[in-house]
């Protein structure tokens, strides 16, 4: 017999991959060019459909097609190429490193080099990053010294930080890059504030707060996008959609039909999902968001669709949970490969000189690292007392911490 009073309700309990299945197909994939490129000033409601489609510059035989695309010239896409392929060799050989048994820990941001460097390369040097731990790319495009990114992973001597922070875990303060945390999405709401902070002091700097899709379900970004939209906060939103949360495929944490870039559409904040793996459509999409913060027309919400080649760090193995192939399969392609591609499609790049900048690249991170190695690490016993602890906390260290410090060094 029927209950009258209806159904027994129900959850929908989303199920966790079995047995090697991809993450789903990306959706609502566009044509390069085919997005249109609304004004600065346009309303939400007229940019609706932009959270759901994808910016994409870079057509399939490697030309630039339609409005997005950017003015950059061959020195700047040049620039670009070598950024990119400097992020690719530092991550091959810190885990190498990682192999040889020289450091703890690493993570690499194989696949999603495109996003950081670009949008570094796009914002002002003062500009101010809240990112995560898959940003490096935003250091090494901003000019960072690669050398002392290597002293921070192996937690030697010359590691800036003293040992504190886990490797990978930088911060420069002199580069505008936030210090990580390994607490997921604390980040976005610090980011939102110092914009706030920006704007209250009359300053002219903006920030950009970074996320992956997975750390979007904590109640951090959520939180962060109610105080940007309410205050129209000098901020970019970005939520880097590598596709996996660890081995949580990309549709936990965004809900069965949705877009993480319709999150934005919820507080009338500007939402774009972009090409992430495309160089160009990163540096206009990213320019875009900025020249809207810059004009106090409030936050802009960009979704990178990527995918995450490698292990989520040193910890994971991916074979148990993903496809081998899964990265041949990733319609969005290779953001290196794409950019050599149009650099050579306009004329200004070939294989002679790909090889040559590959082999330039690979002897700089060569040389960093014999040289960062030479400091020693944590391993070898290299690395920063722990007296260290009380330095940069407080204006006057407290006395019970001067004595506490005394009883250690003594
Ligand atoms: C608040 C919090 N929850 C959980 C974790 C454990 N954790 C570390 S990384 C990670 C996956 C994050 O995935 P995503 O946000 O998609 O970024 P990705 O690693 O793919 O770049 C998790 C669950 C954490 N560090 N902090």
């Known amino acids: 017999m029927d209950n009258p009073v209806g159904p027994a309700l129900q959850l929908r309990i989303p199920e966790p991959a079995r047995g090697h299945r991809p993450a789903d197909p990306v959706p609502y994939i566009s044509a ?3 997005m249109r490129k609304p004004d600065l000033d346009e309303k939400v409601e007229r940019i609706a459909l932009m959270r759901k489609q994808l910016v994409r510059v870079l057509d399939d035989e490697g030309h630039a097609v339609g409005p997005w695309a950017p003015a950059l010239d061959a020195d700047q896409l040049r620039q670009g190429l070598r950024d990119m392929m400097t992020v690719r060799s530092f991550d091959a050989r810190l885990l190498r490193a990682h192999r040889q048994g020289k450091i703890s820990f690493y993570m690499q941001c194989l696949g999603e080099e495109a996003i950081a460097c670009a949008q570094r390369r796009a914002l002002r040097a003062d500009d101010m990053h809240f990112p995560t731990y898959r940003q490096q790319g935003l250091l090494i495009a901003g000019g960072h010294p690669i050398v002392t990114m290597m002293n921070q992973v192996l937690s030697n001597e010359h590691d800036p ?42 300053d002219t700097r903006i920030a950009s707060a970074w996320i992956g899709e997975g750390a979007s379900a904590e109640s951090d ?4 996008l109610v105080f940007a939209s309410t205050y129209q906060a000098p901020v970019i939103l970005n939520i880097v959609n590598n ?13 069965a039909s949705a877009t993480f870039a319709d999150r934005g559409y919820g507080f009338s904040i500007p ?3 972009v ?7 990163v540096y206009a999409a990213s320019q875009w968001a900025a020249e809207r913060a810059r004009s106090n027309l409030g936050p802009t919400l960009l979704e990178w669709v990527t995918l995450r080649v490698g292990a989520h760090s040193t910890s994971d193995d991916p074979s148990v ?4 192939d899964e990265a041949d399969r990733f319609p969005l392609g290779d953001p290196i490969e794409r950019l050599r591609r149009h650099l050579t499609v306009i004329g200004a790049w070939d294989d002679e000189r790909q090889a040559a900048l590959q082999t330039e690249v690979d002897a700089l991170i060569a040389d960093a690292f014999a040289e960062a190695d030479s400091h020693g690490s944590v391993k070898s016993g290299h690395t920063s007392s722990p007296a260290t602890m009380f330095d940069d906390v407080y204006a006057t260290l407290p006395r019970h ?3 506490q410090r005394d009883r250690m060094e003594g």
């Open 275 to 281: 090409d992430g793996n495309d160089y160009l459509a």
């Open 221 to 224: 970004f959520h939180a962060a």
């Open 401 to 403: 911490l001067v004595e």
């Open 243 to 255: 596709q996996w949360a660890i081995s949580t495929p990309e549709d936990f944490a965004r809900g």
């Open 321 to 324: 949970y993903r496809p081998d």
């Open 161 to 202: 930080l003293k040992g504190r922070q886990l490797p990978v875990m930088y911060s420069s303060k002199e580069h505008g890059f936030f210090s990580i945390s390994g607490n997921l999405a604390t980040q976005y709401v610090q980011a939102v504030g110092w914009a706030m902070a920006s704007a209250l002091r009359g």
């Open 32 to 34: 390069a060019g085919e």
């Open 271 to 273: 939402a774009l999902r």
